[in-house]
């Protein structure tokens, strides 16, 4: 059954420190079979994760729009646990093409988008709602004032956005006010450039859900030639390099929650020990 994590809060909502980034298992040429992302969905659900972090757009194929959505789903309803205590956060705005990926942050669109991914997760309020990428074309307040919309009508309970700068935070927090709980952005050891959005988060009350927390490090091991510091503190604490990374990124401020990719049940069950990992000063200062 479920274990318990250490919590941060969304919103209302108190979810564990450490979520799950499910988008590695959709990704064209890199995905594990169904079965292998079911047991690794189930995998995280036991160990205590409550916060899966999914998209429309999560898909091998243009043809195949909410795989991931419906894979997260899939695993939900096969779990023993308590689903109700779990919060599924997806996105709209991002749109696959034959070519490749695209964007539409027009309202309409963004409204067909949300009703879609209520059928794909088969609910009929979407527990967290976040714009995924801004359109250049688009007004941001346009785009941001669908959310509005959205909440307002019940279809969405909380809306977040994601790769947002600081101007774009504050415009969405006056436009959505407490409708607004997060703000998802890239941030890792190798992609520091969102600690003003880390910052206005924190002066916000907002989450901030780094996306690509790990940076890619797990495979290539860049993170080691990079910054030798995270290695060499991992091998002191009998850990992985990975574990680190988490720890020094929820050291960061409290309000990051961050969501880790995974495909295979040991790479969440590695990060969510990230969650009792506790570095010291010391350890921090050298992590910069």
Same mark, same amino acid.
């Given at each position: 059954?479920h274990?318990?994590?250490?919590?941060?809060?969304?919103?209302?909502?108190?979810v564990?420190?450490?979520?799950?980034?499910?988008?590695?298992?959709?990704v064209?040429?890199?995905m594990?079979d169904? /079965?292998?992302?079911?047991?690794?969905?189930?995998a995280?659900?036991?160990?205590?994760?409550?916060?899966?972090?999914?998209?429309?757009?999560?898909?091998p *194929?243009?043809?195949?729009?909410?795989?991931?959505?419906?894979?997260?789903?899939?695993?939900?309803?096969?779990?023993?646990?308590?689903?109700g205590? @779990?919060?599924?956060a997806?996105?709209?705005?991002?749109?696959?093409?034959?070519?490749?990926?695209d964007?539409?942050? *027009?309202?309409?669109?963004?409204?067909?988008?949300?009703?879609?991914?209520?059928?794909?997760l088969? @609910?009929? *309020?979407?527990?967290l709602?976040?714009?995924?990428?801004?359109?250049?074309?688009?007004?941001?307040a346009?785009?941001?004032?669908?959310?509005?919309?959205?909440h307002?009508?019940?279809?969405?309970?909380?809306?977040?956005?994601?790769?947002?700068?600081? +101007?774009?935070?504050?415009? /969405?927090?006056?436009?959505l006010?407490?409708?607004? =709980?997060?703000?998802?952005?890239?941030? *890792?050891?190798r992609?520091?450039?969102?600690?003003?959005e880390i910052?206005?988060?924190a +002066?916000?009350?907002?989450?901030?859900?780094?996306?690509?927390?790990?940076?890619?490090?797990?495979?290539?091991?860049?993170?080691?030639e990079?910054?030798?510091?995270?290695?060499?503190? /991992?091998?002191?604490?009998?850990?992985?390099?990975?574990? =680190?990374?988490?720890a020094?990124?929820l050291?960061?401020?409290? @309000?990051v929650?961050?969501i880790?990719?995974a495909s295979?049940?040991?790479?969440?069950?590695?990060?969510?020990?990230?969650?009792?990992?506790?570095?010291?000063?010391?350890?921090?200062?050298?992590?910069?």
């Amino acid at each position: 059954m479920h274990n318990a994590m250490p919590t941060r809060a969304i919103g209302n909502l108190q979810v564990g420190v450490i979520g799950l980034g499910a988008m590695p298992m959709s990704v064209a040429g890199h995905m594990p079979d169904e /079965a292998q992302s079911i047991r690794t969905l189930l995998a995280a659900l036991d160990a205590g994760v409550t916060l899966f972090d999914t998209a429309d757009a999560y898909t091998p *194929s243009h043809e195949d729009v909410g795989h991931n959505e419906r894979l997260v789903a899939r695993a939900l309803s096969m779990w023993g646990g308590d689903a109700g205590a @779990v919060l599924v956060a997806t996105k709209g705005g991002h749109t696959r093409t034959p070519g490749g990926w695209d964007v539409d942050g *027009s309202p309409s669109y963004l409204k067909e988008a949300c009703d879609r991914s209520l059928k794909a997760l088969g @609910v009929d *309020s979407i527990g967290l709602y976040q714009h995924h990428r801004p359109d250049p074309k688009v007004p941001y307040a346009e785009t941001i004032g669908a959310l509005k919309e959205l909440h307002d009508a019940g279809k969405i309970q909380r809306a977040g956005i994601s790769n947002a700068n600081p +101007e774009q935070i504050r415009l /969405a927090h006056d436009i959505l006010g407490d409708r607004l =709980v997060s703000v998802q952005n890239e941030y *890792s050891p190798r992609f520091r450039s969102s600690e003003p959005e880390i910052d206005v988060c924190a +002066e916000l009350g907002l989450a901030f859900l780094p996306w690509s927390p790990l940076g890619g490090i797990g495979r290539t091991g860049e993170l080691r030639e990079r910054n030798a510091a995270f290695t060499e503190i /991992a091998a002191a604490h009998g850990v992985s390099p990975q574990q =680190v990374c988490l720890a020094w990124e929820l050291a960061r401020s409290p @309000v990051v929650i961050p969501i880790p990719g995974a495909s295979r049940p040991e790479t969440i069950l590695d990060s969510v020990a990230a969650a009792t990992l506790e570095l010291s000063e010391e350890e921090l200062a050298r992590l910069g």
